[in-house]
C-alpha cells in the first residue's frame, strides 16, 4: 500500500488542526476523567469508543475481544517497559498504557502519512501525551521504524529492555519483518512480542502479515488470540522469542 501524500505543509492541514486545538482541552479532560473511573479493560474499551471530538476518537482498529485477550496477558506478567510501532489513532496506545503498572515507560512510534492508517497530525500528540497516568513515561516517536536510528532512539527512550512490542505499523512483508529484525534485540530475557492481523484479508489491510507470521509461528514459541479465522484481517500472534516464561 503507497504512502498517503504527506499533507503536512497545506493550509487546509493547519486550518483542520487549529478548528481541533480550541476543542482539545477538554477532549483531553474528559478522557482523563473517564479514564479514572474506568476500572476496567472493558471500561477502558467503552472509553477508546464513547468520547469523541469532531467524529475523532480514540477506537483501535481491533476486534474487542481480542485486545482484551492480549490486554489479559500484559497484565498477568506486570509487563512495565512496552514499544509500540504504529499509533495511529491513538486506541492502542490509550488502553495498553492502561495495562501498565504506573512506573511504566511506553515508547510508541509512528510515521506521519505512513501507509496502512496514516500516522497522525501534530495537535494529536498533545492529547496521547495527556492519556499516561501520573508517573509513567511516555515517548511519541515521529520517523520511519525500520531505520536504526529510529530504533536508537526507541532504546534510549526506553531506557531498559522491552518486555513487550507491538508491530503493527507498516504491514508490507518486507515492513513488518524489519520491524520484528530491528526490535526483537530490545527485548529483554522473559520478553515478548505481537503482531496485529495474522488473519489473511485484502492485501490493503494486511499486507504481508499473514504471510510472515505463517513463517515465524514455524519458528518460535506463540499464542494466536483470534477471534474468527473467517474475519478477513485481525487477528493477534504473540511471539515468545526466547521461549514461552
Ligand atoms: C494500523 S495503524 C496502527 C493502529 C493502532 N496500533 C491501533 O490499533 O490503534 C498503522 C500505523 O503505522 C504507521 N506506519 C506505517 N509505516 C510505518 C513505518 N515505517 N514506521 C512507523 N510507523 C509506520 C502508519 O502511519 C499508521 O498510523
Do not use: C
Not at 37 to 61: E, F, I, M, Q
Not at 140 to 166: K, M, Q
Not at 200 to 214: H, S, Y
Request: proline share 5%; glycine share 12%.
Amino acid at each position: 500500500m503507497a504512502a498517503v501524500p504527506h499533507r503536512e505543509a497545506t493550509l487546509t492541514y493547519w486550518l483542520k488542526n487549529a478548528a481541533y486545538l480550541t476543542g482539545l482541552p477538554g477532549y483531553a479532560a474528559a478522557v482523563r476523567l473517564a479514564g479514572v473511573r474506568a476500572k476496567t479493560p472493558n471500561d477502558w474499551l467503552a472509553v477508546t469508543k464513547r468520547l469523541r471530538l469532531r467524529g475523532y476518537s480514540l477506537r483501535a482498529h481491533q476486534v474487542d475481544e481480542e485486545i482484551l485477550g492480549l490486554i489479559g496477558e500484559l497484565r498477568e506478567r506486570k509487563v512495565e517497559r512496552v514499544v509500540e510501532i504504529g499509533t495511529a489513532r491513538g486506541g492502542t496506545l490509550f488502553l495498553l498504557l492502561r495495562s501498565l503498572s504506573p512506573t511504566g515507560r511506553f515508547v510508541s512510534v509512528d510515521l506521519p502519512s505512513g501507509p496502512f492508517g496514516g500516522g497522525y497530525p501534530h495537535w494529536k500528540a498533545l492529547l496521547f501525551r495527556s492519556l499516561a497516568r501520573r508517573g509513567q513515561s511516555l515517548s511519541l516517536l515521529r520517523g520511519d521504524s525500520h531505520l536504526e536510528e529510529t530504533r536508537e532512539r526507541v532504546s534510549r527512550a526506553l531506557d531498559g529492555p522491552a518486555d513487550f512490542i507491538l508491530i503493527d505499523g507498516d504491514h508490507s512483508y518486507e515492513g513488518a519483518k524489519r520491524d520484528f529484525e530491528l526490535y526483537r534485540h530490545l527485548l529483554g530475557e522473559r520478553g515478548f512480542l505481537a503482531f496485529h492481523d495474522i488473519v489473511p484479508g485484502a492485501t490493503e489491510k494486511v499486507g504481508g502479515v499473514p504471510q510472515l507470521w505463517q513463517e515465524l509461528k514455524a519458528q518460535f514459541e506463540h499464542r494466536e488470540i483470534v477471534k474468527s479465522w473467517d474475519q478477513r484481517g485481525y487477528g493477534i500472534g504473540v511471539l515468545y522469542p526466547r521461549g514461552r516464561p
